[in-house]
């Protein structure tokens, strides 16, 4: 049996965990009704913790203003950092030879890149329990255009024989919306925020 001790270390590190991933949703959150348009145009960013308009900006906005916002993370200089020591690892389909500080961070296969490098990967499936609050998800649209969303703590009502599914938090061309789409398109990814983050922050 474990001794009480470490029960409620693991009861503690669970409940730290829950209000960090609460953190990031509400961070997400609190983008909608805020950026309410959809925006893809190239745009010159400061470096670091650059952004474009609030109130404008596409999928991976949602994302990278909520870590930012919720962690400290500033997801354009981890991907810069990363992806100029690991170049050849990252997607080449927009003929880049070198890095582009405004932009690498902004496109869903870099991202997917990174998260797979140094967040927990897990697997993609259809079952609504597997995925949890502040989770990042990706999926494929129509038209073979990649699309990232991240996972709310409010769920769909569903029937009695099915498992309440998350809504999730993105912009997928209408502003930021909380909605009910986790399972709408494919999922190409599922990525979770790594523990040594929620450690880092408890021990400040």
């Known amino acids: 049996m474990l001794k009480a001790g470490v029960v409620l270390l693991l009861l503690f590190n669970l409940q730290h965990a829950w209000a960090s991933n609460l953190k990031l949703v509400e961070a997400a959150r ?14 010159k960013l400061a470096y670091p913790n650059g952004d474009v308009p609030l109130h404008k900006g596409v999928c991976t906005d949602v994302v990278i203003r909520a870590l930012r916002d919720a ?20 997607p080449k389909k927009w003929g880049l030879k070198k890095t582009d500080k405004n932009i690498d961070h902004r496109r869903v296969p870099n991202l997917q890149v990174y998260f797979k490098r140094h967040w927990q990967s897990l697997g993609a499936t259809q079952t609504a329990k597997d995925y949890q609050a502040g989770d990042i998800v990706t999926v494929m649209l129509p038209g073979n255009l990649p699309h990232i969303m991240l996972v709310s703590n409010k769920t769909e009502k569903n029937g009695p024989s099915r498992a309440p599914t998350p809504l999730v938090i993105h912009n997928i061309g209408r502003g930021a919306q909380e909605e009910a789409a986790l399972f709408a398109y494919p ?15 408890s021990s400040t």
């Not at 962690?71 to 990252?90: C, I, P, R, S, W």
């Not at 190409?188 to 922050?201: D, F, I, S």
Request: charged residues 20%; without cysteine.
């Open 187 to 201: 999922i190409t990814g599922h990525y979770r925020l790594p523990k040594k983050y929620l450690t880092e922050e």
């Open 30 to 43: 609190s983008q909608v009704g805020v950026t309410h348009s959809y925006d893809p145009q190239y745009t």
């Open 71 to 90: 962690h400290q993370l500033d997801l354009q200089q981890l991907v810069h950092e990363d992806m100029a020591k690991n170049f050849a690892l990252y």
